[in-house]
């Protein structure tokens, strides 16, 4: 069963824009990490933040958990047209198995 | 180096045919991980090896699927009798070890379509 819920699912933003996605989840956690997914196929790990952590910066993203409200946010500033993929978030309850949420899906537009 | 490499990178099937995914891990990653992402939906665990332990096979949706780790590298993933509702992208990804620490590294997926 999925631990992670993205909301929103979709999200629609100009070239320029800063685009914020949130994830939730159920259990307590050990970390919380971000994937890009572009086009349906592999995913690329983004940055992982621990639970003991309240922010993490990575380049352009920069990652916020706040673990007493089972909660992390992601924002990526300044977006470019090549940050229009699906994000999802990953949370490690049973320490090696990742339960990914269902994503949301961003679009930048030119 | 090389990244996770997946074979073949589309399948189609016939129903009630059987298919072998191959999964090639990172050089040096001892966990290895399947995964299967249905239309629109987030990832499902599959089946989990870390090294020379007994897989993790909670994951696995039904007696069809099977998975196997042959020398601590490449892996295969097996479906028998294949349903339309096996139809999906199966994924796998690979890690240096198996813990909280470690991100995954995914391979491009094998898109599975069973008519």
């Known amino acids: 069963s999925q631990q992670g819920e993205e909301d929103p699912q979709a999200l629609s933003i100009q070239e320029g824009e800063n685009a914020t996605m949130n994830c939730s989840y159920k259990t307590s956690i050990n970390n919380l990490q971000w994937y890009r997914q572009n086009s349906g196929r592999g995913l690329v790990h983004l940055i992982l933040?621990?639970?003991?952590?309240r922010e993490k910066h990575s380049g352009r993203l920069r990652v916020t958990l706040d673990t007493s409200k089972k909660s992390s946010s992601l924002l990526i500033t300044a977006s470019r047209a090549a940050d229009t993929a699906s994000y999802f978030c990953a949370t490690d309850p049973n320490d090696y198995k990742l339960s990914f949420g269902a994503g949301t899906t961003v679009t930048v537009r030119a | 180096g090389a990244g996770v490499s997946q074979s073949p990178s589309n399948k189609v099937t016939e129903k009630g045919k059987d298919v072998e995914l191959r999964c090639d891990p990172i050089?040096?990653?001892?966990?290895l991980y399947w995964y299967r992402q249905s239309l629109g939906q987030g990832l499902e665990f599959l089946i989990y090896f870390q090294g020379n332990s007994a897989p993790d096979k909670s994951g696995l949706p039904s007696d069809r699927f099977s998975a196997e780790r042959t020398g601590g590298s490449v892996s295969t993933l097996t479906i028998q009798r294949t349903q339309q509702e096996d139809s999906a992208v199966y994924l796998c990804?690979?890690?240096?070890?198996?813990?909280?620490?470690?991100?995954?590294?995914f391979g491009p997926g094998t898109r599975l379509t069973v008519t």
């Open positions: 933040i621990r639970s003991n952590e």
């Open positions: 050089s040096g990653h001892t966990a």
């Open positions: 990804a690979s890690s240096f070890e198996a813990g909280r620490t470690y991100e995954q590294y």
